[in-house]
């Protein structure tokens, strides 16, 4: 999938008014664009998303993609403080910063830095609904040029800030749709390693599927190491006066939007964040893992209905198996995508349809597929496959995910010839 490189620098001090400075924690950043239009020209997350929130010295907030550190301050709470903060320190010193000095009274807000600001890039396509740019981010500078369109192999992903916290054991991973499988999955094994080698916070993790958690209060929830998404969640809830476990399943429930957030479980079925977790008593246990899980946005920026599930299919049951992306002569109208029906039954198509990256609508497909029999689509100005590389998916008329496939700029150049995958 096609990155935009954009230079610039990560700031966490105000000289002039320290005590109003950033707050930098393990997962996110401010950063000062050389070019600020590079951002306005990122896409946004789903629609209603707001433009870049740049503030008045023309910084905005980066938003590490893959990655979710433990909270070091949300809502007047906070994680278990020992890992939050070495998530934290790790990222400055990442990103190149010297001795980093807080205030006493003020605990994550800089009074001093050496070294300040550092220059850095990021590699961004998505701006979040709070206008954030969602990035990978890069210490030191590029002989790459400013604003161009860059494939995110796996190599480039491995020297990022975000890959280098998932391999070291600092943070969880936390995947969006914005995240293409093959990172996803280079990210998922990366944090399988780390919880396999018990590096950083792995040890004392809780509220696993195989570890659950015990949590009567606030104060208990503060010490403990788990998945900053469900702490948010629990944290909220506990704020509100809730004093033991019994109603977080009916309260989340409550409220799609903001709280029962859509998910995408292993098996790729759409569900919601009650799905993810059991309770029993005051024990809770996440029944699947993050790395496991791919989080949805919201549709838009107004309420939600409630998610009607699906009936179970199984994803996969129809598979993209080739695609023509860069046809000899004119493109539109030419491009394929192949598809095979590998089950044993005759699969309907109405309301399937094929998406490239950028695509809302998509390529609609209608009637059905004989068990085993292969369809050719050609793809019409729906959508249109990007020659330096893209993301081509597969989803039913619940917007399930049936396929994904990828390609890069190498194989996308290849004029002519019809990609297998």
């Known amino acids: 999938m096609p990155y935009k490189l954009i230079k610039g620098q990560f700031h966490i001090f105000y000289p002039d008014i320290p005590r109003q400075g950033p707050e930098p924690d393990g997962d996110t950043l401010k950063f000062q664009p050389d070019n600020p239009g590079l951002v306005e020209q990122l ?12 503030n008045s010295r023309g910084m905005i907030n980066l938003r590490f993609e893959g990655i979710d550190a433990l909270e070091t301050h949300f809502r007047g709470t906070h994680q278990n403080l020992k890992w939050a903060l070495a998530a934290r320190d790790a990222v400055l010193q990442a990103a190149g910063f010297g001795a980093v000095k807080f205030w006493d009274d003020l605990p994550y807000k800089v009074q001093s830095v050496d070294h300040h600001p550092r220059p850095g890039y990021i590699l961004a396509n998505t701006l979040d609904g709070h206008g954030r740019i969602i990035a990978f981010a890069y210490a030191g500078t590029t002989s790459l040029m400013d604003g161009a369109e860059n494939w995110l192999d796996i190599p480039t992903l491995e020297t990022s800030i975000n890959a280098k916290l998932i391999v070291s ?4 991973p936390a995947f969006y749709t914005t995240l293409p499988i093959e990172l996803q999955e280079t990210l998922a094994d990366s944090t399988r390693q780390a919880r396999g080698q018990q590096l950083g916070l792995w040890p004392t993790a809780t509220a696993t599927p195989t570890m659950s958690a015990t949590i009567t209060d606030l104060a208990m929830l503060e010490e403990l190491v788990i998945w900053p998404k469900l702490f948010r969640r629990l944290a909220s809830y506990f704020s509100a006066g809730n004093t033991t476990l019994a109603n977080f399943d009916d309260w989340l429930r409550a409220d799609v939007k ?3 957030d859509r998910v995408l479980l292993p098996n790729r079925e ?16 996440m029944v699947y893992s993050p790395e496991d899980i791919i989080i949805l946005p919201d549709e838009s920026s107004g309420g939600v209905s409630p998610v009607t599930h699906p009936a179970p299919r199984k994803a996969g049951v129809v598979r993209i198996i080739a695609a023509l992306v860069n046809p000899i002569g004119p493109e539109k109208g030419n491009e394929t995508v192949t598809l095979i029906n590998t089950s044993a039954a005759a699969i309907s ?8 990256r950028q695509a809302r609508t998509g390529e609609q497909l209608t009637g059905s597929l004989a068990p085993g ?16 590389g893209d993301t081509i998916t597969l989803v039913d008329e619940t917007d399930q995910i049936i396929d994904q496939v990828s390609y890069d700029q190498k194989a996308g150049k290849q004029q002519g010839i019809t990609l297998i995958f």
């Open 43 to 54: 896409h946004h997350e789903n629609p209603g998303t707001a433009a870049p929130d740049f």
């Open 373 to 388: 029999a292969v369809r050719q689509v050609r793809l019409s100005s729906q959508i249109r496959l990007g020659n330096s």
């Open 169 to 172: 054991g600092l943070v969880y």
């Open 270 to 285: 759409l569900g919601n964040m009650h799905d993810l977790i059991a309770i029993d008593g005051n024990r809770l246990t």
């Open 258 to 260: 903001d709280r029962d």
């Open 349 to 356: 198509l109405g309301g399937w349809a094929i998406k490239d």
